[in-house]
């Protein structure tokens, strides 16, 4: 796949360069010279490896176009992370290249599970390079959900297709229509599109919630390295205490309008105003089932105190019932954006709860992910609302079995086509949990343990497995052999095996 006659993977790999010259920047400043030429030869590497792959494929005719775009995806996504681990492992020798190829497929596919237990020990340069390559995934993410997946209805177009009937799904700024009898555009050219629209959206994102973490009171450094994690959702951090531990609450609150703008699309779409934008927000079914979701979970740890957990002192303090109401509602809202970060109160909401570990409502949310064409992973909010919708349906025809349910074709074009394709993806994503599942436990995995690393993985919510399994490591607990069927599982679970299987069909690749 080429753009003017260019080839975009050669592209990819220029701009993993560029990336690359941040962490050198900062070695040299902080006087850190052996990381310093660990980054100095993997820029010198991957620049020259890009230019001979360029010089190598400029002008050249490019096969099947989508057969290209698969080609693309997967060079990214399965060579990328090989050689963005390269200045790390030459940074860290005493560190496998198998478990730093780990890191980075984690990073670029922002699922955010990583080998690094204590990241605070790490240089500043290594864990910047950590943090910007799930920044730079999370944009990879956006432009392949816009560019790729979307002209081919995947990635959760499929269900929207039948909420928008007739018109052009998820257009961006000046992309031509794909209805029939029209010309299609090249692969480079929607690319290019793309990140001309996404681009000044993601940059300005991340630029304001660094300010606003610098203005509450973090580091200049980890406030950059926060926004890098929250507005991608890799939910990567760079200290041993938490992401919030030094500025407490004021930090979470500052972060939860981003959290929620991570996971939808409507800040990148075509509409020309800012009020446009809000209204189509606003009146998002993806929002208001994320909002929903989240307070039921957050009102039910509250709650489940007065119920579950008997030991209430009468002498307790105002503040605790506050910090746990607070703690569950942010850590709900962000497992179920698939970064998560969990909030500083979160222990004080699992003891409030009494709950010994919840870690299965948490696996929950995560599976239940963001919205479409988001850097979110999991299975995405808008196939929950359709097949809830169709239930809805199911269950009024159970009371009224003559009723003709209104609210127009594309309503109940959601309720039939919609939820018949999300039924198909559900029961896709679940084989593939299985499958994962059995190939850990081959591997020597407990149950447990398998199903916590099997739903980090393919929801791209790397945290879960640290929180639902009480001291599990990726480093320690994993053998090689389990890490290596989990990038698998990963790269499954940012493209979705709903697109997967739609892209290695022969009759597309023709």
């Given at each position: 796949m080429s753009w003017r006659g260019y080839p975009v993977f050669g592209l990819f790999l220029f701009t993993l360069a560029f990336l690359s010259l941040a962490p050198i920047i900062t070695a040299i400043n902080q006087g850190l010279?052996?990381?310093a030429k660990a980054f100095g030869y993997a820029f010198v590497f991957?620049?020259?490896?890009?230019l001979l792959l360029t010089l190598a494929y400029q002008g050249r005719v490019s096969p099947a176009e989508a057969r290209a775009e698969f080609l693309t995806l997967a060079g990214v996504l399965i060579v990328g992370p090989g050689v963005a681990a390269l200045p790390i492992y030459f940074a860290l020798p005493q560190a496998s290249y198998e478990a730093v190829y780990f890191e980075?497929?984690?990073a670029l596919t922002t699922t955010g599970a990583s080998i690094f237990d204590r990241p605070g020990e790490l240089s500043d340069p290594i864990n910047l390079w950590r943090v910007l390559c799930g920044w730079f995934g999370g944009m990879i993410a956006l432009t392949m959900a816009f560019a790729l997946l979307a002209p081919r209805n995947l990635g959760g177009y499929e269900v929207r297709g039948a909420l928008d009937r007739g018109d052009s799904i998820g257009r961006l700024r000046g992309m031509p229509k794909w209805a029939g009898g029209q010309k299609r555009e090249a692969a480079g050219d929607r690319i290019a599109r793309a990140i001309r629209s996404i681009t000044p959206?993601?940059?300005?994102l991340t630029a304001i919630l660094t300010l606003l973490l610098i203005a509450v009171g973090q580091e200049p450094f980890k406030a950059l390295a926060s926004a890098f994690s929250?507005?991608?959702?890799s939910g990567l951090q760079v200290s041993n205490d938490g992401m919030f531990a030094d500025v407490g609450a004021k930090g979470e609150v500052v972060v939860v309008f981003f959290l929620v703008v991570a996971a939808s699309r409507h800040l990148y779409r075509s509409e020309k105003s800012l009020s446009d934008r809000v209204s189509r927000f606003r009146a998002d079914p993806e929002t208001r089932v994320l909002?929903?979701?989240?307070?039921l979970v957050s009102l039910w740890l509250f709650l489940r105190h007065f119920f579950g957990a008997l030991d209430i002192t009468a002498d307790a303090d105002i503040v605790d019932p506050m910090a746990a109401l607070w703690g569950g509602f942010f850590t709900a809202l962000s497992f179920a954006v698939t970064a998560g970060v969990p909030s500083d109160s979160w222990e004080t909401a699992r003891s409030w709860s009494g709950l010994g570990n919840p870690g299965l409502v948490l696996m929950g949310l995560a599976i239940m992910g963001g919205g479409i064409a988001s850097t979110a992973?999991?299975?995405?909010?808008l196939r929950a609302y359709a097949l809830f919708k169709h239930g809805e349906r199911e269950m009024e025809r159970l009371v009224r079995p003559s009723s003709i349910a209104g609210s127009g074709v594309a309503k109940r074009g959601l309720r039939r086509e919609g939820a018949q394709i999300a039924w198909v993806f559900l029961m896709l994503f679940l084989v593939t949990l299985a499958l994962t599942m059995l190939a850990l436990s081959l591997t020597g995995l407990r149950f447990e343990l398998s199903l916590a690393a099997a739903v980090a993985a393919l929801s791209n919510t790397g945290p879960v497995f640290g929180v639902a399994v009480i001291d599990g490591s990726w480093r320690t607990t994993l053998t090689p052999e389990a890490r290596a069927i989990l990038v698998a599982a990963m790269i499954c679970g940012r493209v979705e095996t709903l697109a997967l299987i739609a892209m290695l069909n022969p009759n597309l690749m023709r």
């Open positions: 010279w052996a990381e991957t620049s020259i490896a890009a980075m497929v984690s959206v993601y940059l300005s929250l507005i991608s959702t909002i929903f979701v989240v307070v992973g999991g299975i995405k909010l």
